[in-house]
């Protein structure tokens, strides 16, 4: 049986890795068909598509687009993408714009709230304003002795009601499925168990992806428990959504699970991957 890990991130987003030592982790701990999905950045895949080459690993051109859905943030996953395709590649780079005001409304916020210099910290760890996230803060502040890990940064600061909570409007999702569509991939909800919805807005947003021409939800994930991985199998079977795997690593010692390190998906559901010929 083949393994799958289709939810990954290199330097070119929020990964520590470059794309190339990704592709090599991937290799060595098993995996069998690849899939960088860097966060509304898809400039690292010609380097994770060479690299998997050489290595004889299979790779699927991914990337992970942040949307906004009833206040919060989403991720929809875009799987077996033309990375070229117009629409997507200016749509990205819409969703990207406007990342680095925010990041200098976050720098202010922890300012006040006794971090100085979290804007010019954080930029070390990207280098790009334009790609810069909370990951970045968040890498800083463990970097300073702030927090003692990323985990500990994100229970107290950066997420709503902490300090450094900065919200963004980002893509729709109707956007998002259309981008993903238009170059030819699948679209997937990332990690549905991250979410702080109600049982009725989750079921509104499973009707509207489905309605909107996605098909898969991540089933087995690193941000999900074993039991997180048979309740949305239940979701996945009862909408009629395909199965995605992936670790969504980010790094050795950041990332709960491994790349590769997933078991396999729960039984009786359809694989995203099942039409692949792999």
Same mark, same amino acid.
């Given at each position: 049986?083949?393994?799958?890990?289709?939810?990954?991130?290199?330097?070119?987003?929020?990964?520590?890795?470059?794309?190339?030592?990704?592709?090599?982790?991937?290799?060595?701990?098993?995996?069998?068909?690849?899939?960088?999905?860097?966060?509304?950045?898809?400039?690292?895949?010609?380097?994770?598509?060479?690299?998997?080459?050489?290595?004889?690993?299979?790779?699927?051109?991914?990337?992970?687009?942040?949307?906004?859905?009833?206040?919060?943030?989403?991720?929809?996953? @875009?799987?077996?993408?033309?990375?070229?395709?117009?629409?997507?590649?200016? @749509?990205?780079?819409?969703?990207?714009?406007?990342?680095?005001?925010?990041?200098?409304?976050?720098?202010?916020?922890?300012?006040?709230?006794?971090?100085?210099?979290?804007?010019?910290?954080?930029?070390?760890?990207?280098?790009?304003?334009?790609?810069?996230?909370?990951?970045?803060?968040?890498?800083?502040?463990?970097?300073?002795?702030?927090?003692?890990?990323?985990?500990?940064?994100?229970?107290?600061?950066?997420?709503?009601?902490?300090?450094?909570?900065?919200?963004?409007?980002?893509?729709?999702?109707?956007?998002?499925?259309?981008?993903?569509?238009?170059?030819?991939?699948?679209?997937?909800?990332?990690?549905?168990?991250?979410?702080?919805?109600?049982?009725?807005?989750?079921?509104?947003?499973?009707?509207?992806?489905?309605?909107?021409?996605?098909?898969?939800?991540?089933?087995?994930?690193?941000?999900?428990?074993?039991?997180?991985?048979?309740?949305?199998?239940?979701?996945?079977?009862?909408?009629?959504?395909?199965?995605?795997?992936?670790?969504?690593?980010?790094?050795?010692?950041?990332?709960?699970?491994?790349?590769?390190?997933?078991?396999?998906?729960?039984?009786?559901?359809?694989?995203?991957?099942?039409?692949?010929?792999?």
């Amino acid at each position: 049986m083949l393994k799958f890990d289709l939810h990954s991130h290199s330097n070119f987003s929020d990964g520590l890795l470059t794309p190339e030592r990704v592709a090599a982790r991937a290799k060595a701990n098993g995996v069998d068909v690849w899939a960088l999905t860097d966060h509304d950045e898809i400039s690292g895949i010609a380097g994770a598509r060479a690299a998997a080459a050489q290595l004889g690993l299979k790779y699927v051109s991914g990337v992970e687009i942040s949307i906004t859905w009833a206040g919060q943030t989403v991720h929809i996953v @875009g799987l077996r993408i033309d990375e070229t395709n117009p629409a997507l590649v200016q @749509g990205l780079a819409s969703t990207r714009n406007g990342r680095e005001r925010r990041a200098r409304e976050i720098g202010d916020q922890l300012a006040t709230a006794g971090i100085p210099d979290a804007y010019e910290g954080a930029l070390k760890h990207v280098g790009n304003p334009d790609l810069i996230s909370r990951t970045h803060f968040a890498r800083y502040m463990v970097e300073i002795g702030r927090c003692k890990d990323t985990r500990e940064v994100f229970a107290n600061y950066l997420t709503e009601g902490n300090p450094g909570y900065v919200p963004h409007r980002w893509a729709t999702l109707q956007q998002s499925i259309d981008w993903i569509r238009g170059a030819g991939g699948v679209a997937v909800i990332a990690h549905p168990g991250r979410y702080k919805y109600s049982q009725l807005e989750f079921g509104a947003l499973f009707d509207e992806f489905k309605q909107m021409g996605g098909l898969a939800i991540e089933v087995t994930t690193g941000s999900h428990t074993p039991e997180q991985y048979e309740e949305y199998a239940r979701v996945a079977r009862s909408y009629g959504f395909l199965a995605s795997s992936g670790s969504d690593f980010h790094g050795p010692g950041e990332s709960r699970v491994d790349i590769g390190g997933l078991p396999p998906l729960p039984a009786g559901l359809t694989p995203v991957w099942h039409d692949w010929g792999m």
